[in-house]
């Protein structure tokens, strides 16, 4: 157990480097900040892969380890604690997040040279791998939720990093708020789980939950529904993804880090996590499926149409969740995994490529404005090129085939999955390789249209190529069944989750399947060659008819979704408080302070000092009072 | 006697600043100051010294008691005691009150020994309420507090001091005449049925049904206490009394009167009219769901930023109604950590409001933004305690609302989502807060200072408990645990139908 004992250090390092740069990092250097920032996450990233290679050849018994180190709170036989748990997903997880982070960090360092915020960025993102890491290490929801807030908390700071500018605020208000409506779903679901097993020890509840709620149950259904919320949230899934286009106001390190590579991924680990709740709720399971299938449709229709490099990039993120969630909408778990870490590698290349970029030509994120970088800045393009190949899932030599091919499959072949499921991820692909291989060849190709600003160092290049080199090559840890048994990513995931049920009859149409998703797949880049660097005078032509203006507006807008809440959502609420700022219960007590002052008027008027008024008074008075008297 | 030494302290210590400021400013500070001090350390002792729980009365968890004859005659006596809730309570009413010293040192310029005077003699007073077990004495305490607030208001307020301090009165006094006419009726009526006439707590605790009176006699203590919540619609006297205070007064009168309220539902309503309290708590859930959303949503729609942190407590407070009417063990906790966690960021967000206050001369938001680039250290400090608000975990807040809306959900589930809801609103005028102050763009060329020394140090106390409240909660949670284990008792719905107490 020895070396297990260590697992606490692997989120300590970051929080303790947070620490260190948020109390004296604005009276450090850079080249100090740069330091401490990547060493957290270095050193981090170095203990996961030895605890990792120790629990690959050494696994401990019922492959988990769990390490508590206090009880948060107790009340009432509810006591949650800061507790660790790891097994194989926590263990994927950790390792992508600490070694992708740490790729990051490095890249940062070059590139955020000689911006003003240099401590607090560095500070921002430690904290985030803390946050994150804590996610994925919860050995209770609560613990979990901590995570996930923080996450999202980082996700806020970082979007709003340059906060000077109005438009970045509130990219980043949005983007707090939109997923805070996920993640209150989320703690309503947290409730209801401490009302009926009164723990949120996530083995206790799944070990506890098929013995106490029968499949179908409406208590399964809420559960299930209202963290599948959360997920949504925070893995902008239909309807609430709005927020992480305009999130990439951040800087690029950012969006590739959080906005790409982890924490955009975190709803898929939730419900891989509690995958329990969802076989229980077969319903919710399947809105799973078809929420997923729904988004990366329409995430993938809209990247078709945007011009910021860093905006297709962010759709095409939410597309490609949308796979991981497909599959986990069809009980393929391994599956989405699987997916998830092949997109770290290839996602977070394209967007720390796509910075790599936007350095050269000054802040421009506008693709059509740049062109022909291919020849300027070989390693930029060439591995950009390999993580475009992985997006598009280009048959046999890149890592997303092998990940995304298989989510496809399973989406038909799973007891659980269909036709029309698969046919939504197989037009997804088509999509994909378009509007990826779009970006290349406007980018990369044709006529340079603006000289070249900055040329990236080794800091940049150098993470750049260990990215490159692992999309292309990380899909062969899974190869497909059909063509031998080397399977040891999704063997190891099968440890702790149930495999995939296929459908009667499914077994053999594996290959079949592979070759028109190869096919389809490279039919789109043909396409997008075709139209964007041979002949892109019919695409142009198409776009000045009303039809083609209309359509492209609607994809460039992502569906207009923005539209729609603000006229449902945001307006309403910014119209109720305007017209209400001075609270109407105040002007209620102000009305009885006035009709006092009146009554006071009125009353006083009587006392002006005539002797004649006051005996009409008093007679009055008497008339009155014998009137009561004898009558009453 | 040392219940008794605790308020005489206080009371002490405010005369002998007072004369002390004639002869020199600074000494009469240093002297309240360190007055407060002592009284924090001397209760910081009682704490390590007796936690958990030392049963004493055997009437309860009882720590420490300090009963002395007063006016015999009338059945008065001067009763103080001590359990984990009044311990936990008088400890941050310390607290607090000693960082709003240090806060205002430079603010108060102006007679400021009578200043110090007043804010002790109202420290006195609130750790009065949290400690007196005889209803007179109670009554003596929670008029004692409302005289020093209505002097610190109207003498050292801003520009609209006459008009908030004289609406703050009214309707503290007018509610305190309601309890005042219940706690006279609780006299008589147990006078008549035992015998004996008296205001002590415990004796009235026994009294098993109080008669058909006994709904209208706790709804005048808890109208007192809904007013000095406040809760709506008896709110009304909150924004001007907040906004127009120094900055002293609105963090004593934000982060430890309010609680004085929250303390004597859990103290007095529960416990000594458990039936009317189940009666009417649909009500007070509702008043309490209405309070959350409307405080929120009056928070966002200010532009005032002193404004906008008063309504964001009313909002705050709404929680604490839903958790003590809930009746489980989960949202009782909940309401205790809500009320030392929100007493601890409101006092810490006037302190930074004051601050800015000092710096600008304005409490307008739409002249500021981009404050971070000349004060990093405030803004940094001002998001910890914006995210507190808006009950972010890891911070102590989360903890409290967390419990108060999970026990919620296991009484009522609608109530619980309901009041959840609030969640998103606290984060939207949160993050109003900390974007229009310190980020955005500027309307006007600012010059200005971050936060001194001194001012860090009293961030520094708030953000190192604020934190650790919300990763050690169990801290305090399992000082309060046998009160609230004792509460829960008394209040139990199944027991009082089979037993029969009004």
């Not at chain 1, 970082?158 to 605020?169: M, V």
């Not at chain 1, 919320?229 to 390190?253: E, H, R, V």
């Not at chain 1, 790409?260 to 229980?280: K, N, P, S």
């Not at chain 2, 930074?352 to 981009?370: F, L």
Request: charged letters at 10%; aromatic letters at 14%; one cysteine or more.
């Amino acid at each position: 157990m020895g070396i297990y004992h260590l697992l606490w250090i692997i989120p300590a390092l970051p929080l303790l480097g947070f620490l260190i740069l948020a109390v004296f990092g604005l009276k450090m250097r850079e080249r100090a900040i740069g330091i401490i920032g990547c060493a957290s996450i270095g050193l981090a990233a170095l203990l996961t892969i030895i605890i990792g290679i120790n629990f690959l050849t050494a696994p401990p018994e019922g492959y988990f380890y769990q390490q508590t180190l206090w009880t948060w709170f107790s009340v009432h036989g509810f006591s949650p604690a800061i507790s660790f748990y790891l097994d194989p997903v926590s263990l994927i997880f950790t390792f992508v997040v600490t070694f992708v982070s740490f790729l990051i960090h490095w890249y940062s360092t070059e590139y955020m040279q000689g911006d003003e915020g240099y401590p607090r960025f560095f500070a921002y993102m430690n904290l985030f791998v803390f946050s994150m890491l804590t996610l994925v290490l919860a050995n209770n929801l609560l613990l979990l939720y901590l995570g996930w807030e923080g996450v999202g908390l980082c996700s806020f700071l970082l979007i709003g990093f340059w906060y000077k500018d109005q438009e970045n605020c509130y990219a980043a208000r949005k983007a707090f708020i939109v997923t805070r409506f996920g993640d209150t779903a989320m703690i309503i679901g947290l409730f209801l789980l401490v009302k009926d097993f009164n723990t949120l020890n996530i083995q206790d509840i799944l070990t506890k939950a098929p013995s106490q709620w029968q499949p179908g149950t409406s208590t399964a259904f809420w559960a299930a529904i209202l963290l599948l919320g959360g997920a949504l949230g925070k893995s902008a899934q239909l309807p609430l993804q709005t927020w992480l286009p305009d999130a990439m106001a951040g800087p690029t390190p950012v969006s590739a880090l959080i906005h790409a590579a982890t924490m955009v991924t975190a709803g898929v680990y939730l419900i891989a996590r509690m995958h329990v709740l969802y076989e229980l709720a077969p319903v919710v399971q399947l809105i799973v499926a078809i929420i997923g299938a729904a988004t990366l449709l329409i995430a993938g229709f809209s990247a078709l149409a945007q011009r910021d490099i860093k905006r297709v990039l962010a759709y095409s993120t939410i597309s490609q969740i949308g796979y991981m969630f497909l599959a986990l909408g069809v009980g393929a778990w391994s599956a989405a995994v699987f997916h998830f870490m092949i997109h770290a590698f290839f996602k977070g290349l394209l967007f720390l490529a796509a910075g790599a970029v936007i350095l050269a030509m000054d802040e421009e994120h506008d693709m059509f404005k740049m062109g022909g970088l291919r020849k300027k800045m070989p390693v930029v393009f060439w591995t950009f090129l390999f993580g475009s190949g992985a997006l598009a899932a280009i048959p046999l030599i890149t890592a997303g085939f092998y990940s995304k091919d298989q989510i496809l499959f399973f989406a038909m072949a799973s007891a659980k999955g269909s036709y029309w499921l698969w046919l939504c991820g197989f037009i997804g692909a088509f999509l994909t390789a378009v509007y990826t291989f779009r970006m290349v060849f406007v980018t990369f190709f044709g006529e340079q249209k603006k000289e070249i600003h900055r040329m990236p160092k080794n800091s940049i290049k150098i993470p750049l190529i260990v990215l490159g080199i692992l999309s292309l090559i990380a899909g062969f840890i899974e190869i497909p069944k059909a063509w031998g048994n080397f399977e040891p990513f999704s063997n190891l995931v099968n440890k702790v989750m149930p495999q995939v049920q296929l459908a009667a009859g499914m077994e053999n149409k594996e290959v079949l399947l592979e070759v028109v998703t190869g096919i389809i797949a490279l039919l789109g880049v043909y396409l997008a060659w075709q139209f964007c660097l041979k002949s892109p005078k019919v695409l142009y032509r198409f776009k000045t008819t009303g039809l083609g203006k209309g359509i492209d507006t609607f994809f460039f807008k992502g569906f207009m979704f923005d539209r729609l809440y603000d006229i449902i959502l945001v307006k309403p609420v910014v119209w109720l408080s305007k017209i209400d700022k001075h609270d109407f219960v105040d002007r209620i007590y102000e009305a009885i302070g006035n009709l006092g002052l009146l009554l006071n008027k009125i009353f006083s008027r009587t006392q002006n000092g005539y002797l004649r008024w006051y005996v009409c008074g008093i007679v009055l008075g008497m008339a009155v009072a014998l009137t009561i008297i004898l009558f009453v | 006697m040392i219940l008794l030494d605790l308020i005489l302290i206080l009371l002490f210590g405010g005369f002998v600043s007072w004369l002390i400021s004639k002869w020199n400013q600074l000494a009469g500070r240093i002297i309240a100051l360190i007055t407060v001090i002592i009284d924090l350390i001397i209760t910081m002792i009682i704490w390590i010294s007796h936690a958990p729980t030392v049963s004493l009365l055997n009437k309860g968890p009882w720590i420490s008691d300090f009963n002395h004859r007063w006016i015999p005659q009338l059945g008065v006596s001067f009763h103080l005691a001590l359990d984990g809730l009044s311990l936990v309570m008088t400890a941050l009413t310390l607290f607090v009150g000693a960082l709003s010293i240090v806060a205002s040192w430079k603010e108060v310029r102006e007679k400021s020994g009578f200043f110090h005077f007043n804010t002790l003699w109202l420290l006195a007073g609130i750790v009065g309420v949290f400690l007196s077990m005889d209803l007179f004495l109670f009554y003596l305490f929670w008029e004692l507090m409302l005289v020093p607030m209505f002097f610190i208001l109207s003498i050292w307020g801003y520009e609209n001091r006459k008009y908030a301090s004289i609406k703050f009165f009214l309707f503290t006094q007018i509610s305190g005449l309601l309890m005042l006419l219940a706690i006279l009726g609780l006299y008589f009526i147990h006078g008549n049925a035992t015998g004996t006439y008296t205001f002590d707590y415990f004796a009235l605790l026994g009294t098993s049904s109080w008669g058909p009176l006994g709904f209208w006699l706790m709804c005048g203590f808890l109208i007192a206490f809904l007013v000095k919540l406040p809760a709506v619609p008896f709110h009304s006297w909150l924004p001007d009394a907040y906004v127009q205070s120094p900055t002293a007064g609105s963090v004593i009168l934000a982060g430890l009167m309010t609680k004085t309220a929250a303390y004597g539902l859990l103290r007095f309503v529960l416990p000594l009219f458990p039936r009317s309290a189940h009666a009417i708590a649909p009500l007070m859930l509702l008043l309490g769901v209405i309070g959350i959303l409307y405080g929120a949503k009056m928070a966002y729609a200010q532009t005032d930023l002193k404004r906008l942190v008063a309504f964001s407590s009313l909002s705050h407070m709404g929680f604490i109604l839903v958790g003590v009417f809930s009746f489980t063990a989960l949202a009782y906790q909940g309401t205790l950590m809500e009320m030392v966690t929100h007493g601890i960021s409101i006092s810490a967000l006037f302190i930074i409001a004051g601050a800015i206050h000092e710096r600008t001369k304005d409490r307008e938001m739409g002249m500021m933004g981009n404050f971070w680039e000349q004060m990093p250290r405030m803004g940094g400090i001002t998001l910890i305690f914006v995210l507190a608000s808006l009950g972010l975990p890891g911070l102590g807040n989360f903890i409290a609302e967390f419990l108060v809306l999970g026990g919620a959900f296991q009484a009522h589930a609608l109530w619980g989502v309901l009041a959840a809801i609030g969640l998103v609103g606290s984060m939207i005028y949160s993050l109003v807060i900390l974007q229009r102050i310190f980020q955005g763009e500027s309307r006007k060329e600012w010059k200005l200072a971050d936060f001194s020394i001194r001012e860090l140090i009293v961030m520094a106390c708030f953000i190192i408990v604020i934190f650790w409240l919300g990763f050690f909660p169990q801290t305090i949670l399992h000082t309060t645990q046998p009160v609230f284990d004792h509460i829960e008792q008394q209040v139990d719905i199944h027991a009082i139908q089979q037993g029969g107490a009004s």
